[in-house]
């Protein structure tokens, strides 16, 4: 689309320059720029301004995970009451260790990290409890599997009487 200066007023002149969609051939003629090159950068303005905004949303500062340490804190203390103690000391080590670390995160404002060891501390926990328990179900079938064999055992010697 070819536009002439004359043609034009000075002010309209000056906004068309500023939005640079436009071109001045040097003869008082300004022309439109290929739609595609203008459509990809606006397409690309879009784009930088979603990014910036994006960063500036990464940058905010999180909430303290003070229920994710309540929550890590109550999970180790059901697996110290499962037994972990004795049956999956390093899975505790691991929960205690996160946990402080967590506290420690958060001392210093890095509350996402805060949060994800938390997180991690809880799933620790957890494993450690799961692992003592299933450690505990283990012994108490072993206990009834002797109880079996020892019935067994003082049936045979009533019947051979």
Known sequence: MKINTREHDTNFFVII???NDYVDNGQNEIYQKDSLEVFMRKISMIIFVLVAFGL????TKYPPPSSQLTIATS???QAEKAGAYESAPVELKAARKKLEQAKESMKNQDNLTAKWLAEQATVDANLAEAKARSI???KTVQEIK???ETLKKEIERKSVR
């Open 56 to 59: 500036s949303g990464c940058a």
């Open 146 to 148: 002797e109880s079996i």
């Open 136 to 138: 505990k179900s283990q």
């Open 17 to 19: 320059l500023k939005s």
């Open 75 to 77: 999970a180790i203390s």
